[in-house]
């Protein structure tokens, strides 16, 4: 086995953190801060290049279980551990965003939101966010696994969460694994039911995104609400 350069100590990933900033780092530099080590052969930059390739990217690293990194080459019970934290962390502070701010004049952190919580998933899930009368997030609630549809989604269980949380209004979310970024005839059907529901209420339904593992459609964005 060839033995590794040795990298000068100002070219070192936490020295160019602490000289320039995080964003002159490279992505698997700044994985190989978290990481610390890397493994025989494979220095900590190189392992976090391996495992982005591995995981199709930075998003799907940051998605992945436990048990998928656990049986990753190069990562323990301890990388383990702080890669699902930091992905854990980054989900929360995009959900503080929201709960402080307002949803409305932030819909890229909503569509970030929502990616982050459903863009890695292999089956269709729906999420939908309640909003309190300022239109902040009060919490999200995952309602279905599996094909969308009105049976798989039903309207009365949104309406009495609604209820529960005191929500104001609520954003649907639901992901397609395939890639399709257009919504389905199921799609439009169940965003005219669930809106008709919950105007009962006085709730409003303000969106539903759809999202794919690279983009998110906004169907309010599309005109598609009405």
Avoid: W
Avoid at 42 to 64: E, I, K, P, T, Y
Avoid at 74 to 81: F, M, N, Y
Avoid at 97 to 120: I, M, R, S, Y
Wanted: hydrophobic residues 40%; proline residues 4%.
């Amino acid at each position: 086995m060839k033995n590794q350069a040795i990298v000068p100590l100002h070219e070192r990933p936490r020295e160019r953190l602490l000289a320039h900033g995080p964003s002159a780092l490279t992505s698997p530099e700044l994985l190989a801060i978290i990481l610390r080590t890397g493994i025989p052969g494979c220095d900590a930059v190189a392992l976090g290049h391996a495992l982005m390739q591995q995981f199709n990217g930075l998003r799907g690293l940051l998605s992945a279980d436990a048990g998928s990194l656990m049986r990753t080459r190069g990562l323990g019970k301890a990388k383990t551990c702080e890669l699902l934290a930091v992905s854990e962390l980054a989900r929360r502070s995009l959900g503080e965003t929201l709960a402080n701010g307002h949803c409305l004049d932030q819909p890229g952190k909503v569509k970030q939101f929502c990616a982050a919580h459903l863009a890695h998933l292999k089956v269709e899930h729906c999420m939908a966010l309640f909003l309190d009368s300022q239109h902040r997030l009060i919490c999200h609630e995952t309602l279905s696994r599996g094909t969308l549809s009105q049976a798989s989604v039903y309207p009365r269980e949104v309406v009495k969460a609604a209820l529960a949380h005191h929500a104001a209004a609520v954003i649907l979310s639901h992901n397609h694994p395939s890639g399709v970024r257009d919504p389905s005839h199921a799609d439009l059907a169940l965003t005219r039911h669930l809106r008709n529901a919950l105007q009962l209420i006085d709730v409003r339904l303000l969106d539903h995104m759809i999202v794919t593992p690279d983009t998110v459609t906004s169907l309010a964005e599309r005109g598609d609400m009405a």
